[in-house]
């Protein structure tokens, strides 16, 4: 009897093209905030110097879409909503992000579009889910 070896399919992380894809769209998301009045609610929320989100962000996402996780060895026990309960996080400002994050990855235009509007999706379910009121 003789024997196949499939290929694993390849991971959302592999599939929109690693960390420096992520990258791309962590600053082009963040430099909406800065720029963009329409995101001005959302960008008050934050600190003055979003230079440790940007370092975050990606390496969080890159871990959440089946690549390194890096994040998670250096936030062990940690959760993104977890991490964002004692933020006053209301429909307006989760709908900013979410628009704000399809909007950046739109611009980055991964390869492979149906991971990337998958993933825009999740984000965006995921930005509304924390909303409080």
């Not at 003789?2 to 791309?24: D, K």
């Not at 800065?34 to 110097?49: G, K, S, V, W």
């Not at 400002?93 to 492979?112: F, S």
Request: charged share 20%; aromatic share 10%; proline share 7%.
């Amino acid at each position: 009897m003789a024997t196949t070896t499939e290929t694993p399919a390849a991971s959302p992380y592999e599939r929109f093209g690693g960390l420096a894809v992520l990258r791309r769209i962590t600053d082009r998301f963040y430099d909406f905030m800065d720029t963009e009045t329409e995101f001005a609610a959302l960008r008050a929320m934050h600190a003055p110097d979003l230079a440790p989100m940007r370092q975050s962000l990606p390496l969080f996402l890159a871990g959440w879409s089946g690549g390194p996780r890096t994040w998670w060895d250096a936030n062990p026990g940690k959760c993104m909503v977890s991490m964002h309960a004692p933020f006053d996080i209301n429909r307006e400002t989760a709908a900013q992000w979410a628009a704000a994050m399809r909007r950046a990855i739109a611009d980055v235009a991964p390869g492979d579009t149906a991971v990337a509007e998958a993933l825009a999706d999740v984000l965006d379910q995921m930005a509304r889910g924390m909303a409080k009121a």
